[in-house]
């Protein structure tokens, strides 16, 4: 596992008619000038050490908002979802590392196809609920702010619809990765399915949502600003109110895209270069960087939610604070 990234591309890169990730574990002919090109231990190492560092982190704020009450709101419901997503992606990615550094009698995955196919599955669709969940976050942030008695007289806020939307995620997520999980369960790949159908399928999706998203707190900003200019109580306990959440969730998404990039990137190589030739598009030293840049990037948008949620929020922190620390500010 050279790139140890699971998704959909793996096995397809090859170098001089090997794997790239076979080629991989043997450098030697690369330009060594190239930081991002390491060796198999060193890869595993730093991608030990991310997600080792973020599933604890994820798991901490499951419990903050389970033993905190006040903590328990349509946000921090969607939230829990975007927590409980990258700690199914870390620890998919934790065991890839783990098995990367050890030989193969003490990780028998290495020689078992359908545990990693089963693993890439796994991964995939956590992106999608990730992304789903980032959009749909973003649309009952605008029914708060700029639809507010719409919002409160709707069901939209109640705990079972937010189940149900939730619900909803996770299936759409499942189905979105079936050109994944049908080669997995023994169908025959169809190379249009597996090799162009599936990234094109996810690029439409993230551009579709990165605009959803955009346009949403565009709209979110306007009315926060203009509610501003006013004088009225109302307004004051709108910008009191929903001003740090919307920042919080602003931060949270711009993050979740920046990180997304690299990984857009090697979607991008795919549906251009889907024979994965040589030299048509990337080279194949940058193909390789490309990879370990996406993996690592996902892993770290994985881990940083939630020190994101405590470095906006006073309320996070004190949250936080009253469960682990029992100390209140």
């Excluded at 749909?136 to 007289?153: F, G, I, M, N």
């Excluded at 993230?206 to 200019?229: C, D, E, G, P, Q």
């Amino acid at each position: 596992m050279g790139s140890v990234f699971l998704d959909d591309n793996i096995g397809l890169k090859t170098i001089n008619g090997n794997s790239i990730n076979d080629h991989y574990y043997g450098y030697d002919s690369y330009n060594s000038s190239m930081i991002w090109q390491l060796g198999q231990q060193s890869q595993g190492i730093i991608g030990l050490t991310i997600t080792s560092f973020g599933i604890p982190i994820n798991v901490a704020f499951m419990i903050v908002v389970g033993r905190v009450k006040s903590m328990r709101t349509v946000t921090n419901a969607y939230l829990v979802n975007l927590a409980v997503a990258d700690l199914l992606h870390l620890i998919t990615h934790w065991s890839a590392w783990l098995c990367s550094l050890l030989d193969d009698s003490a990780c028998p995955l290495k020689l078992d196809k359908t545990g990693m196919c089963m693993m890439m599955i796994i991964s995939k669709v956590m992106q999608y609920v990730s992304m789903l969940t980032v959009t749909v976050l973003s649309l009952d942030r605008y029914l708060a702010v700029c639809r507010p008695v719409t919002y409160k007289q709707g069901f939209l806020h109640k705990p079972r619809v937010v189940l149900h939307i939730i619900t909803i995620i996770w299936i759409l997520s499942m189905l979105l990765t079936l050109e994944i999980a049908l080669p997995c369960l023994g169908y025959e790949r169809v190379f249009f399915l597996y090799i162009l159908a599936g990234p094109m399928i996810f690029l439409v999706v993230l551009f579709a949502s990165m605009i959803t998203v955009f346009v949403m707190y565009s709209l979110i900003v306007r009315a926060v600003r203009n509610a501003a200019k006013r004088t009225d109580n109302s307004s004051h306990a709108l910008k009191s109110r929903e001003k740090q959440i919307v920042r919080l969730c602003m931060a949270m998404t711009a993050v979740y895209f920046l990180c997304a990039v690299p990984f857009l990137l090697q979607i991008l190589e795919v549906v251009v270069n889907p024979w994965q030739q040589s030299g048509i598009w990337l080279s194949d030293e940058s193909v390789v960087v490309l990879s370990n840049v996406a993996t690592y990037s996902l892993e770290f948008n994985s881990c940083i939610n939630p020190i994101i949620y405590n470095a906006l929020s006073a309320k996070y922190r004190q949250a936080f604070a009253t469960t682990f620390c029992s100390c209140q500010h």
